[in-house]
């Protein structure tokens, strides 16, 4: 019947003296720890916060800067209808410097709405009240 | 004081109750620890560090199973975790550790004497799934569902460790001791009944 405890008699040890100590140290510890790293943390995240902050900052300036430069609804087709600026001399200016012409093509065609395609009408206004005249209108 | 009494005091930052609990578990929590890792140093550090993780988890302490498998199942992590580092330093023979530290509860009688350094370098042979519930059951005492709990693992599962441990100590015992005839199998498996 002895032997039939072998198990539980395995001996047994116990712990130092000084644990409760030890341990109460190593709690002190890690709570510094963990104070400190919760301010890390913080730090952390507040940097990220002013460097997303300013990449941010920093894009918006630079798509400002590209879209004043080259603003697309100003451009759209002025590169394929640009006139060949080679067939002409370009005058100098007395300061040395050349100067580009600037050419506008201009079509009067639909200017005037319902134009028939034969003679023009002119209408001539004249004034037919006895007031005081203002001239002939055109 | 009921130990979940004590524990809410724990949860509630009551440090005269957190050293009552240490002073009820430091014991079997160091002893736990060296019949798992067979290292006296290591086993003490867990421990502190077991008690170090129920003072700042206290609060996520839930009744639906006793204080000790809460403590336990801490203890076995930071275990598994050592074991699996596997950054053990020299071990610690309890020979170069002082006597006050044994409660010295095995027999002194140089036959049983033998019979338990044995057992003891049986258990220490056995791979860490067996040992652990093993070392639970049979010498911590719980039950298969508080080991269950402990462990995270079904019933079912402890159940066939501690079988399979036993059927492993057995074997190596026989064979330490020169057959089944010097020490009967029947000794370890009926003292492993629950």
Same mark, same amino acid.
């Given at each position: ?78 590169? +394929? ?7 002409? +001399? ?43 005249? +203002?001239?002939?209108?055109? | ?9 724990? !949860? ?12 009820? #578990? ?5 002893? #736990?620890?060296? !019949?798992?890792?067979?290292?006296? !140093? ?12 129920? #003072? ?73 799934? #067996? ?12 039950? !298969? ?50």
């Amino acid at each position: 019947m002895e032997k039939l405890k072998i198990l539980g008699n395995i001996e047994r040890v116990k712990a130092p003296a000084g644990f409760e100590k030890q341990v109460l140290a190593r709690i002190g510890q890690e709570a510094g720890k963990r104070e400190k790293g919760r301010m890390l943390v913080i730090l952390r995240t507040a940097l990220a916060g002013a460097a997303a902050l300013a990449v941010i900052a920093i894009g918006i300036n630079v798509i400002h800067k590209h879209a004043g430069q080259t603003l697309p609804v100003e451009t759209a087709g002025i590169e +394929s209808r640009a006139p060949d600026y080679g067939r002409y +001399s370009v005058p100098e200016r007395s300061g040395g410097q050349g100067y580009l012409p600037l050419l506008e093509t201009v079509d009067y065609t639909d200017e005037i709405r319902g134009g028939s395609p034969g003679a023009r009408t002119v209408y001539i206004l004249e004034q037919v009240s006895e007031g005081q005249t +203002s001239g002939i209108k055109y | 004081m009921d130990e979940q009494a004590l524990m809410k005091l724990v !949860q509630n930052g009551d440090q005269a109750a957190f050293e009552t609990l240490m002073t009820l #578990y430091k014991d079997r929590i160091v002893n #736990y620890l060296y !019949q798992v890792s067979r290292d006296y !140093q290591t086993a003490v550090e867990l421990a502190q560090e077991t008690f170090v993780r129920v #003072y700042f988890k206290s609060n996520k302490y839930r009744p639906i199973a006793p204080l000790s498998s809460w403590i336990f199942a801490i203890a076995t992590n930071l275990a598994r975790s050592e074991a699996r580092r596997g950054s053990r330093k020299s071990a610690v023979s309890l020979d170069d550790i002082a006597n006050d530290y044994l409660a010295g509860t095995y027999s002194e009688d140089p036959v049983d004497s033998g019979l338990v350094s044995n057992l003891r370098q049986a258990l220490e042979e056995l791979p860490p799934r #067996y040992k652990v519930p093993v070392v639970l059951k049979d010498l911590e005492g719980f039950s !298969q569902e508080e080991i269950a709990f402990m462990l995270k693992k079904p019933v079912g599962t402890v159940k066939a460790r501690i079988s399979r441990g036993r059927a492993q100590l057995r074997k190596k015992l026989e064979k330490a001791l020169g057959g089944p005839e010097a020490y009967s199998v029947s000794e370890v498996n009926q003292n492993g009944k629950a």
